[in-house]
């Protein structure tokens, strides 16, 4: 068996790469777009942030995206399940962050892409009001 | 890779994901790169029921086919649109076939043939829904033994090429699979015969738990086979023909576990020569993903 999987190791050792995902995110203070979160939109605590994900739409997809981010340093895993909590019905990813750290949303945008699904875009909670980021703006 | 040769040894009698019936994964998971999982699917058919093309006839030898086969399946995704597959099976065949005017009882067990796949999909994710094409070539290595009166391998390397589509939406899933299976002759000039065949599922989604990422899931599938018909009368599959097989799919799962269980009864069955038919069909599998 150890053969059979680095012999097919090696053929798809090319097979590794992926594209990299946009690196840069677009902070949107638009009072206007921030009412719109936070009032029809989403709902965001204070210490999270909601992440609109195209294609989650069962349990495996849960999975996926919640081992992909609760690897994250700024994840608070005292929270959801390990800091995650995935509704599959509003493809709706909530997380928790640490109340001592910041997010990276690159990274985050990245590790759901990593996942196998499409990050659209994400509700910040901050000390302003909600902030929203889209990955690739 | 390191870790899924330490988890794959480690968990070979625990082992996971599903599968269509002729590709050894769930159409589904596990999608996120570097993942990877296993399944044990038990797999259960056979008849008393003797064929002659699609007529049922009189069997007074009490002519007889049964077999299981218990199968080991694992992949690992490099990435959502690249995997690698594998599955293999520990088959116990009985039957009593027609030797000289006589029914003569014969049986067999062992490891049958293993078969690597290597899924390639195309997916797509719009809002609620997400679907993919996907397209698998396979190789059927000779690993089981070709020798004896019911062998159970006829000890040929063969190659499998898939063609495939599947929808999913919170509620609703779908996959048409159509596939090809062609084989070579293998030992003492047995060759069992191309495949051709299609498979179409049907899903339903009726309940989900977020918080505990648990739920249920239904499915209806249709099987429909084409079998060329073998070089020799001493192969499982002793007279080819054509076959439909039909019926309900359901699956239990909780986070990373899922539970399998499956039931398809023929009905529609076309033997080249006179032969037992294959009979319903039952499958039973556990399968986890990490």
């Given at each position: 068996?150890?053969n ?8 798809f050792?090319?097979a ?6 946009a ?6 203070h638009d009072?206007?777009?921030n009412a719109l979160?936070?009032?029809?939109e989403?709902?965001?605590e204070p210490?999270?942030?909601v992440?609109?994900v195209h ?12 081992k992909k981010?609760?690897k ?5 895993p005292s ?10 019905s ?7 962050i ?6 990276d949303?690159?990274?985050i945008?990245?590790?759901?892409k ?6 659209v875009?994400?509700y ?6 909600i ?7 | 890779m390191?870790?899924?040769l330490?988890i794959?040894?480690?968990l ?9 019936a ?10 996120w ?6 399944q ?10 003797l064929?002659?093309g699609d007529s ?10 049964f077999?299981?086969?218990?199968w080991l399946e694992g992949?690992y995704t490099?990435?959502?649109s ?7 099976p ?12 006589a029914?003569?009882k014969q ?5 049958g ?13 719009k809002?609620?829904?997400?679907h ?12 089981g ?6 062998p159970?391998?006829d000890?040929?390397?063969d190659l499998?090429?898939?063609?495939s589509?599947s ?9 048409v699979?159509v596939?090809a ?22 899903g339903?989604?009726p309940y ?5 990422n ?9 099987t429909?086979?084409y ?7 001493n ?5 080819g023909?054509?076959r439909i097989?039909?019926?309900?799919l359901?699956?239990l ?12 009864h023929?009905?529609y069955?076309?033997?080249r020569?006179i ?12 399968g986890?993903t990490?």
């Open positions: 068996m150890k059979f999987l680095a012999t097919t190791a090696a053929l050792i090319g590794f790469a992926h594209p990299a995902y690196d840069h995110t677009e902070h949107s009072p206007v777009i979160a936070a009032d029809n989403v709902q965001v210490g999270e942030a992440i609109i294609g989650i739409v069962c349990s495996f997809c849960s999975q996926g995206v919640t981010l609760s994250l340093p700024y994840i608070d929270k959801y399940t390990k800091g995650v909590k995935v509704e599959i509003d493809q709706k990813v909530t997380i928790a640490k109340p001592d750290m910041d997010a949303f690159d990274e945008f990245s590790e759901i990593s996942g196998g699904y499409e990050p875009k994400a910040i909670h901050t000390q302003d009001g902030t929203i980021l889209e990955p690739g703006a | 390191k870790k899924t330490l794959l040894s480690g070979m009698l625990l082992s996971v994901t599903t599968a269509q002729h590709q050894p994964v769930m159409d589904m998971a596990p999608r790169e570097d993942g990877y999982g296993f044990i699917r038990h797999e259960f058919y056979g008849s008393d029921t064929m002659d049922e006839i009189a069997n007074p030898l009490n002519l007889e086919r077999v299981h086969k218990t992949v490099f990435d959502r690249k995997r690698i597959t594998f599955k293999i520990y088959i116990n065949q009985d039957r009593t076939k027609n030797i000289g005017g029914g003569v049986s067999n067990e062992g490891i043939d293993l078969i690597v796949g290597v899924p390639l999909k195309h997916y797509q994710n809002g609620a829904f997400t993919n094409f996907g397209f698998t070539p396979s190789l059927r290595l000779p690993t033994s070709s020798s004896g009166a019911f159970i391998s000890g040929s390397t499998g090429l898939s063609f589509y929808g999913e939406s919170p509620k609703f899933y779908s996959l699979d596939f299976w062609l084989n070579t002759e293998g030992d003492r000039n047995m060759r069992a015969g191309n495949t051709y065949g299609m498979d179409l599922n049907l339903y989604h989900h738990d977020d918080d505990t648990s739920g249920l899931f239904i499915m209806w599938d249709v429909a086979r079998n060329d018909k073998p070089s020799a009368a192969l499982t599959t002793a007279s023909g054509k097989h039909t019926g309900p359901l699956v799962y909780k986070d990373n576990i899922m539970f399998r269980t499956e039931y398809k023929p009905v069955e076309n033997t020569s032969s037992n038919s294959r009979g319903s069909e039952f499958n039973i599998g556990i986890i990490f």
